[in-house]
């Protein structure tokens, strides 16, 4: 058995689940949330707890037993607490501001870097070289971070760009003026 699938989901207070054939739709406190799990997959609501079970052992279906399982309970948390991600800008002269629904970058290029707020997603930007993009949808909170991260990935040589708060660059060591032979 799938140690991740077999785990029953538990519904808070405040969450509806409505399950119709291998549609799930989850609605809570910061919005609504539909997916489309795979028809093989058996989700069953019983007493605000959420199980999924598969048809058999075969490979495949063990695959989907904790993907469908954990997909289900990130829709759950999305619409009960949310999903955050938090960049970075470093660089001289690099910097981000918020004008309306939109995010106005400056990451050196000569011309600002514009990105529309999507549906479901909202910007935050308390310092200029701090973006937060908050979410229901944790897919699309990655997606949208990676969007913008890739605006101007960071270099390994200053660490200048846009990167994620908790993420590493790993630095090189620039040229040495070495003598010729």
């Known amino acids: 058995m799938s140690r991740i699938g077999r785990m029953p989901i538990t519904i808070p207070s405040g969450v509806t689940v409505d399950v119709k054939g291998s549609s799930v739709t989850v609605k809570g406190p910061k919005g609504t949330l539909n997916r489309e799990v795979h028809p093989d997959m058996t989700v069953s609501l019983d007493n605000n707890v959420l199980t999924v079970s598969r048809p058999s052992d075969e490979k495949n279906h063990k695959a989907l037993h904790g993907l469908t399982r954990t997909l289900i309970n990130n829709m759950v948390v999305g619409v009960t607490e949310g999903y955050k991600r938090n960049l970075e800008v470093n660089g001289v002269g690099y910097r981000a501001q918020k004008q309306g629904k939109q995010l106005v970058m400056n990451l050196g290029y000569s011309h600002q870097v514009i990105i529309d707020e999507e549906p479901g997603i909202t910007i935050d930007v308390p310092a200029p070289n701090k973006i937060i993009v908050f979410g229901a949808d944790k897919q699309q909170v990655g997606q949208f971070a990676a969007d913008i991260r890739k605006k101007r990935p960071p270099e390994p040589y200053k660490g ?13 060591e620039g040229k040495t003026g070495g003598k010729k032979k």
């Open 160 to 172: 200048k760009g846009i990167k994620y708060a908790e993420e590493h660059i790993r630095r090189k």
